[in-house]
């Protein structure tokens, strides 16, 4: 079943739970599937890879907006922003844990060979390939700062 007919089954559900929450979140998310098939080349159509991408894009853009809304005492809007994240990490691969990302990272310096602060850039490359969708980009960054520092 393609994302687009996970969100159009959701969002039926949730319709008829008059579950307001999740019915919003499931909207932001179809909004993204129907711009990403109206850009120029697409044709129609997203591959899984482009799915994945918009929803990180959404989860980055709503953990951006929680953080800024609890520095500001906006409890309100952070419990909306905490609602979409729970819905659009069910359509995202599960995210690794801690100390997976050091392991992966731990092999990937011994890949690169790379042994200061100064080789981040090369460690970082293969990493934002090889954890893409899994990871987050600012925890694979500290992460790595760390352990070359």
Same mark, same amino acid.
């Given at each position: 079943?393609?994302? !687009?007919?996970?969100?159009?089954?959701?969002?039926?559900?949730?319709?008829?739970?008059?579950? !307001?929450?999740?019915?919003?979140?499931?909207?932001?998310?179809?909004? !993204?599937?129907?711009?990403?098939?109206? +850009?120029? #080349? %697409?044709?129609?159509?997203?591959?899984? %890879?482009?799915?994945?991408?918009? /929803?990180?894009? *959404?989860?980055?853009?709503?953990? $951006?907006?929680?953080?800024?809304?609890?520095?500001? #005492?906006?409890?309100?809007?952070?419990?909306?922003?905490? !609602? +979409?994240?729970?819905?659009?990490?069910?359509?995202?691969?599960?995210?690794?844990?801690?100390?997976?990302?050091?392991?992966? /990272?731990? %092999?990937?310096?011994?890949?690169? =060979?790379?042994?200061?602060?100064? $080789? *981040?850039?090369?460690?970082? =490359?293969? %990493?934002?390939?090889? /954890?893409? &969708?899994?990871?987050? #980009?600012?925890?694979?960054?500290? /992460?790595?700062?760390?352990?070359? &520092?």
């Amino acid at each position: 079943m393609s994302l !687009e007919q996970q969100i159009m089954a959701e969002m039926k559900d949730a319709m008829k739970s008059k579950n !307001e929450s999740v019915l919003r979140s499931l909207r932001a998310i179809k909004a !993204e599937i129907i711009k990403a098939k109206t +850009e120029p #080349g %697409a044709g129609g159509e997203i591959d899984e %890879a482009t799915e994945q991408k918009f /929803l990180q894009k *959404m989860m980055k853009q709503r953990r $951006d907006s929680l953080e800024i809304f609890e520095k500001q #005492g906006r409890e309100d809007l952070a419990i909306k922003e905490k !609602e +979409e994240m729970a819905v659009i990490e069910k359509f995202l691969p599960k995210q690794l844990s801690e100390s997976e990302i050091k392991e992966a /990272l731990a %092999a990937i310096i011994t890949q690169t =060979g790379a042994s200061t602060a100064a $080789d *981040m850039g090369k460690v970082m =490359g293969v %990493a934002s390939k090889q /954890l893409a &969708g899994k990871a987050d #980009g600012k925890t694979i960054s500290a /992460l790595v700062k760390e352990m070359l &520092g």
